[in-house]
């Protein structure tokens, strides 16, 4: 069982205007095993985020399937879709998405809401979590806000791997760090990955930092129509 591949997309065409005559992303195969890191690259405006939608289950594809571990996303109600998602996977987004006035254990304790863990264990990994990416406890009382951009990361972090989600979706979180800490943030959330046995889609303009990945997707093959895309 444990061989499933962690992502299984056949057939898939997606396009956000369903009168256009042409698909913005048209991916004949595509799988990732479990625990890949996957870096993704291509320039602006070719498809990068949107992938990344697709695979949390936020757009759909007009045709074919997209299946994490067996579950076909397209086939659940959205309110399971949901649920999945909350459970299931961890995301990071270029702008965090913290939520600048509540503090960082709120902004933690709003991701674990949908977790199976009862609240002592959740505290403790957020712990945990806090203290593998070097992020001071008393952090926790303060409005998101008043963290740095590196502190904010990392909280993103811990808030995407607080329910120990198989998969870890991430969009171009290093654009405002200069290269330094761009490797050592890079490093500190494969590690997490490593440790969590999770597999990583991590979406960068920044092609140095694809030395860190076990394996490449140039977003613009899924843009060929027809084409087999061997990765
Ligand atoms: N909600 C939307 N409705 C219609 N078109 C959209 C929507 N979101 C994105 N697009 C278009 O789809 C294309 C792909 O956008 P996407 O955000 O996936 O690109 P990207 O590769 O992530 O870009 P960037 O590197 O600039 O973040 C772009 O042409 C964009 O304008």
């Not at 291509?42 to 399937?65: E, R, Y």
Request: a neutral charge.
């Amino acid at each position: 069982m444990t061989n499933r591949p962690a992502i299984q997309i056949e057939n898939c065409q997606f396009r956000y205007h369903p009168d256009s005559d042409k698909a913005l992303l048209q991916i004949a195969h595509w799988q990732v095993e479990k625990g890949e890191t996957v870096f993704v690259y291509g320039p602006s405006g070719s498809g990068k985020s949107t992938l990344l939608n697709l695979l949390a289950g936020i757009l759909l594809p007009q045709q074919g399937s997209i299946k994490l571990d067996e579950v076909t996303l397209n086939q659940l109600s959205n309110r399971k879709r949901d649920a999945f998602r909350a459970r299931h996977i961890g995301m990071v987004f270029q702008r965090f998405n913290l939520i600048p006035y509540l503090t960082v254990a709120d902004n933690i304790k709003l991701a674990s809401h949908f977790s199976s863990h009862d609240k002592p264990y959740l505290q403790q990994r957020s712990l945990e979590l806090m203290n593998d990416l070097q992020l001071d406890i008393e952090l926790l009382e303060r409005p998101a806000s008043q963290l740095s951009v590196g502190q904010q990361q990392r909280v993103a972090i811990v808030r995407a791997l607080i329910n120990q989600p198989e998969l870890l979706i991430v969009d171009e979180p290093t654009s405002a760090l200069d290269s330094d800490a761009r490797d050592s943030f890079v490093d500190l959330l494969l590690k997490q990955v490593k440790v969590a046995g999770a597999t990583i889609i991590f979406v960068s303009h920044d092609r140095s930092l694809a030395q860190h990945f076990s394996r490449q997707l140039d977003i613009q093959s899924f843009m060929v129509a027809g084409e087999k895309h061997a990765v």
